[in-house]
C-alpha cells in the first residue's frame, strides 16, 4: 500500500536574540521602544540607541517617548514632539508638558496627549481640546466626524478609562461599577479597524463596542488573568500584547504564546512593538527579546540542524551528546561531557544520517553515519570482554576525565589516557542493533559489512552465552540488561521491564539473523516465543502508568523498528504491530514526531503525519533547554491521574514544542514549568512539573541533541511520509 506524502510547505520559524546590559543597554532604565522600518529604536535616560543589523549604536539626543504611527516614527522629549528619519530629528511642534501618547485615527486626524491636556493637529498645528487628569497614561482616537462628535479615549493609572463628549468638552468615567472595563487602572488602549476599543488594565484585557456592549477578554479561550502592560496592532490586523506573564499575540484567528525562558528573559514584559516585517521587541525587566522570523521548509531546518550536530554535538570519535553550556543560553559557550548513553544516542544520530544519505546521496551524511559507526563499534571493543559494551569513553584531554563512580570506570589496558565506563543497560544495546541494522541495509559497503556482522554476532553470543544478560568484566550482570526468561516471566519485581525487555531480545535477534544470515539466531527466537511466551509479552508491552515514565517509550519505539522490519513471518508482525498500536495510541497525545514516523512507516494506518511536521516546525533552532513558564495559560487541561501514585498532577495534552521544557524522546512532555521557581510556586499542585527520570528541570544551561529532529525527519522523508 502507498502511503500518502504530505509536503507540508513552507512555516514561520522564530528565533530570538536578547540585548542584556552585556549588549549595552540599560535594561533598568528603558523608556520606550519603536521600530522605524526594521530598525529598532530605544530610549534610555542618557541617549537614544539604534539597534540594525544586530549592532548597537547610540545617538546623541534625549528621547523619553517613541511612537511608530502610520509608518512614521515619532519622539517626545520633554515638552516637544519630533519626527526621526534615518536617525535625524525633525521638531514638529512644541506644548506646555511633556508628550504622553499620540494617536493617529481612522479618518487620519492626528491626536496628541501630553500630561495636561488633549491636542488636536490642523492645518495650522496642534489645538488644545480639553485638559485631562494628571494620571493619563494612553490615548486612543477613533475620528473626528464633528465638532462634539469625536470618539477619544484615554486611560489614566487611577482615574480608569475616560471617554471624551460633548459641546463643551469633558470627560466621561467608564468605571468598572457602571460600565464593562475590568479595573480602574488602565495601562494601554488601542482601536481596531472595526472601531473597537480594546482596554489593557492591571486586571486583564477586555474590548468595547463604542456604546455599551463589553466583551470581557477573559472569556477567551485561552487569554490569561493579569496586568496587560502594553499592545501593539499592526496594520494588517495582528495583535501583540504586553503581559505579567508573557508576550500574546492574535494571529490568524489563533491566541499564541512567547512565554519566558525560551523567548524572554524575565515573564513581565512593559512595553511591546513590532517591525513592519514583524519583528517583535519586547522590553522585560532584565533586557529586551528581539524575536525574529522568517519562512522555511522541514528541509531547510534539517540542514541546519544537520550543521550542529557537527558543530556542537560531537565529542571525540564521533559520539553524540547534549551540550552542557558554561554562559546562559550561549552555545558557543558550552563543552561535550560524556553520558551514560553514549552508545544509544550515538546509534539514534547514525540512523538519522543513514536515512539522510540513502533520500540525498549526499556524501557528508555518509561520512557523518560512518564516523558514528565506527565510535560505537569502539564501545565494544574498548572493554577487552568479547561482546560486552561500554556505555562511553572518555580521555585524560577533559576535564571529567578520572570522575564519577570508580568501580564502574576503567582504564583502557592500551592506553592510560583513555577510560572506558562500564554497568551497561539494555538502553544501549537499543541503540547499537538500531544503528547497525540500518547501516548495513543503507550505507554500508562489502568490508563494513562484515565488520559490523562480527561485532553483532559478538555481542548477541556473549547476551546468549550469559543467559540472556550483559556480563560485566567483574563477572557480575549488569543491573538492566536482563532477557532471562525466568526473571522477566517469574519475579514481580521485572514486571514493568516484562514488556520492553521481551521485545528488546526479540529484536536484538531478529537484527542479528538479518545481518549474519546465522540461523541459530533465528532458532533462539523461536524458543523464546514458544517456549517463554515473548511475543505474547508483546502484544501489550507498554504499561500504562499515567504518562509518568518515558524512558522505555523511545526504547520501545527503536527496538519495534527492526523487529518489524525484520520479520518475515506475517503472523509474527500482527502479533508485534498490536503492541506497537497500544502504545502508539497511549502516546499519540504527545505529537511526538518520531513515535508517529515509526508509527507510519511500520503500518498502513493513520500516523499523525500532520501533527509530526507540525512539532518538528515548533521546535527552536537552537535546541536549548530553557526555563518555561506556562501555568497561566487557560488552555491547559490538567491530568490528575498521576496523583494517586503521590505524584503532582501533570498536563492532559502538552503544550506546543516551542513552549515545552526540551527533552529528548525519553523524558517528559507533560511537563507545564520547570526553571520558574522564582516567579512561580513549584511545589503548588497547579503549577507544579512532574520530575522523572531523566530531569526535566531546565535551568538554560544545556542544549538537546539534535537527532530529536533529525531522526523523525529523515526517517519521514525515507519511508515517503513526508515530502520536504
Known amino acids: ?19 542584556t546590559p552585556d549588549s549595552g543597554i540599560d535594561v533598568e532604565n528603558i523608556y520606550s521602544i ?26 546623541s539626543a534625549k528621547v523619553s517617548k517613541l511612537f511608530s504611527k502610520k509608518g512614521v516614527l515619532y519622539a517626545a522629549a520633554d515638552n516637544y514632539l519630533a519626527e526621526i528619519k534615518n536617525g535625524k530629528f525633525k521638531k514638529i511642534a512644541d506644548f506646555s508638558a511633556p508628550v504622553i501618547d499620540i494617536s493617529v485615527a481612522l479618518d487620519g486626524s492626528f491626536w496628541l496627549v501630553t500630561e495636561t491636556a488633549l491636542y488636536l493637529k490642523g492645518e495650522n498645528g496642534f489645538t488644545e481640546i480639553v485638559d485631562v487628569p494628571d494620571n493619563t497614561v494612553c490615548l486612543a482616537a477613533l475620528d473626528n466626524k464633528s465638532k462634539y462628535g469625536e470618539t477619544v479615549y484615554i486611560g489614566c493609572a487611577e482615574e480608569g478609562l475616560l471617554s471624551m463628549k460633548g459641546k463643551r468638552r469633558h470627560w466621561a468615567e467608564m468605571t468598572p461599577e457602571m460600565s464593562g472595563v475590568l479595573s480602574k487602572k488602565i495601562n494601554c488602549i488601542a482601536l481596531d479597524g472595526l472601531g473597537h476599543l480594546w482596554v489593557g488594565s492591571d486586571n486583564g484585557l477586555n474590548i468595547y463596542d463604542g456604546r455599551n456592549y463589553w466583551f470581557n477578554g477573559n472569556d477567551f479561550y485561552s487569554v490569561p488573568d493579569g496586568s496587560f ?7 494588517d490586523g495582528k495583535k501583540y500584547f504586553a503581559t505579567n506573564t508573557g508576550i500574546i499575540t492574535l494571529i490568524e484567528g489563533k491566541i499564541s504564546y512567547f512565554s519566558y525562558g525560551v523567548w524572554l528573559m524575565h515573564p513581565t514584559v512593559t512595553k511591546i512593538t513590532v517591525s513592519d516585517n514583524g519583528t517583535i521587541a519586547a522590553v522585560t525587566p532584565r533586557g529586551i527579546s528581539i524575536i525574529t522570523s522568517k519562512y522555511m521548509t522541514l528541509e531547510e531546518k534539517a540542514a541546519h540542524y544537520d550543521e550542529m550536530a557537527v558543530k556542537y554535538f560531537t565529542r571525540n570519535e564521533g559520539y553524540q551528546v547534549s551540550r552542557e553550556l558554561r554562559k546562559y543560553g550561549d552555545l558557543d559557550s558550552g563543552w561535550l561531557p560524556n553520558s551514560d548513553n553514549d552508545g544509544l544516542f550515538t546509534g539514534l544520530y547514525c540512523a538519522s544520517q543513514c536515512f539522510r544519505y540513502s533520500v540525498t546521496g549526499d556524501e557528508a551524511a555518509k561520512e557523518n553515519a560512518r564516523k558514528a559507526v565506527q565510535a560505537m563499534i569502539k564501545l565494544t571493543q574498548v572493554t577487552g570482554k568479547p561482546g560486552f559494551t561500554a556505555r562511553a569513553t572518555r580521555y585524560s584531554h577533559e576535564e571529567n576525565f578520572k570522575t564519577g563512580n570508580r568501580e564502574e570506570w576503567h582504564i583502557c589496558e592500551d592506553n592510560p589516557d583513555c577510560e572506558w565506563l562500564g554497568e551497561t543497560s539494555s538502553d544501549e544495546m537499543t541503540g547499537h542493533y ?21 561485532v553483532v554476532r559478538t555481542i548477541t553470543d556473549h547476551i546468549i552465552d550469559n543467559n540472556f544478560h550483559l556480563t560485566d568484566v567483574d563477572g557480575v550482570p549488569t543491573t538492566w540488561a536482563n532477557w532471562e526468561p525466568d526473571l522477566l516471566n517469574n519475579d514481580d519485581r521485572w514486571y514493568f521491564e516484562r514488556g520492553t525487555n521481551s521485545l528488546e531480545i526479540l529484536s536484538f535477534l531478529k537484527t542479528t539473523y538479518h ?7 533465528n532458532d533462539v527466537y523461536d524458543m523464546l516465543i514458544k517456549k517463554h511466551h515473548y511475543a505474547m509479552n508483546c502484544m501489550q508491552y507498554k504499561c500504562e502508568d499515567g504518562h509518568v515514565a518515558h524512558i522505555d517509550d523511545q526504547l520501545d519505539f527503536t527496538n519495534i523498528y527492526p523487529l518489524l522490519v525484520y520479520t518475515e513471518d506475517n503472523s ?9 498500536t497500544h502504545h502508539w495510541e497511549y502516546e499519540r497525545t504527545e505529537r511526538s514526531p518520531f513515535f508517529n514516523i515509526v508509527y507510519g512507516a511500520l503500518t498502513d494506518n493513520s500516523c499523525d503525519i500532520e501533527n509530526a511536521a507540525k512539532s518538528l516546525s515548533e521546535m527552536t533552532l537552537d535546541l536549548i533547554r530553557w526555563p518555561v513558564f506556562n501555568s497561566h495559560r487557560k488552555d491547559l487541561v490538567w491530568d490528575t491521574e498521576q496523583e494517586e501514585m503521590g505524584i503532582p498532577a501533570q498536563l492532559k495534552y502538552p503544550v506546543e514544542y516551542s513552549a515545552r521544557v526540551l527533552v529528548h524522546y525519553d523524558g517528559n512532555q507533560f511537563v507545564c514549568d520547570s526553571g ?3 516567579f512561580i510556586d513549584i511545589n503548588t499542585k497547579h503549577v507544579n512539573r512532574t520530575l522523572t527520570l531523566p530531569s526535566t528541570s531546565a535551568k ?8 530529536i529532529y533529525l531522526l523523525p525527519y529523515w526517517m519521514g522523508r525515507y519511508y515517503g511520509l513526508l515530502g520536504d
Open 676 to 678: 520558574a521557581e522564582e
Open 229 to 235: 502592560n502594553d499592545m501593539f496592532f499592526a496594520a
Open 700 to 707: 538554560g544551561m544545556r542544549a538537546m541533541m539534535p537527532y
Open 572 to 580: 509474527h508482525k500482527e502479533i508485534f504491530k498490536m503492541g506497537l
Open 34 to 59: 519603536a521600530f522605524d522600518g526594521e530598525t529598532l529604536y530605544i530610549a534610555q535616560p542618557e541617549c537614544l540607541v539604534e539597534y540594525k543589523d544586530g549592532k548597537l549604536k547610540k545617538i
Open 434 to 454: 538500531f544503528a547497525y541494522g540500518i547501516y548495513f541495509d543503507l550505507v554500508a559497503d562489502e568490508e563494513e559489512k562484515k565488520l559490523i556482522a562480527d
Open 1 to 19: 500500500m502507498k502511503k500518502p506524502t504530505l509536503n507540508f510547505g513552507e512555516f514561520k520559524q522564530y528565533d530570538k536574540k536578547f540585548l
Open 515 to 521: 545481518i549474519t544470515c546465522d540461523k541459530k539466531y
